[in-house]
């Protein structure tokens, strides 16, 4: 069976700052898809990264980016320059590509002002 | 990103009414679309894989005859709450898959049973 496992319940950087969101995963699957969705106060999920793990490298979207390492099965979330607006839950999530959707139990970041 | 539309996103219904909410992909054609209830600071919990024109796969746990899904069309699922209690009251959100790999979600939908 996956898991996904947020070790982190909550979590807060001052704003400008850099913060790390861990997130480790367990499958014998070879081929999967990761995720981080962001959950902010409004409640609407969306997507921050998705990483193919097939692909070596990591994949970043402007000031967000990972740290995948697939042998250790952990993808961890770099956010560069916080902003309050990156304020929200941040889930994890894994996907066997057989439609099937595992999510971890989230971190709440708070950016402090 | 695709767009996935939920509505409504706020509904208050009486105790022994039934209450519908909607999910739809406005950008793609959604095979499977999923139903997730998410209690306060908690992840999602998934109620429902939804497919289109086959009845819908529920998680253990889950009453199908008080949670009715139907999937008509690539675009369209609904989740409809029959004989709300006010324990059915919570956050209701809904996901579509693009390609089997990556799921976009609905706005979500605050049921409030009275």
């Known amino acids: 069976a996956q898991t996904v496992t947020q070790s982190q319940p909550e979590m807060s950087v001052q704003e400008a700052e850099t913060v790390t969101l861990s997130c480790t995963y367990d499958t014998s699957e070879s081929n999967y898809y990761l995720f981080w969705y962001k959950q902010p106060p409004s409640r609407q999920m969306i997507l921050v990264i998705r990483?193919?793990?097939?692909?070596?490298q990591n994949a970043t979207e402007n000031r967000f980016s990972v740290n995948f390492q697939k042998a250790a099965k952990s993808f961890s979330l770099k956010i560069s320059d916080s902003q309050l607006g990156d304020t929200a839950m941040y889930f994890c999530?894994?996907?066997?590509?057989?439609?099937?959707?595992?999510f971890g139990t989230g971190t709440s970041l708070t950016v402090i002002p | 990103g695709a767009v996935v539309s939920q509505h409504p996103s706020r509904v208050i219904c009486k105790s022994g009414t039934s209450v519908k909410i909607e999910c739809r992909s406005l950008d793609f054609q959604a095979t499977t679309m999923f139903w997730y209830r998410q209690f306060p600071k908690k992840s999602l919990m998934l109620m429902a894989t939804s497919n289109e024109g086959s009845k819908a796969t529920y998680e253990q746990g889950v009453e199908k005859d008080k949670f009715l899904i139907n999937h008509a069309s690539l675009t369209l699922s609904t989740l409809t709450v029959t004989s709300a209690h006010p324990e059915d009251s919570s956050f209701y959100i809904c996901s579509a898959s693009t390609d089997g790999n990556t799921i976009y979600f609905g706005e979500g939908s605050w049921l409030t049973v009275v």
């Open positions: 990483q193919e793990a097939y692909k070596q």
């Open positions: 999530a894994f996907s066997n590509t057989g439609n099937q959707f595992y």
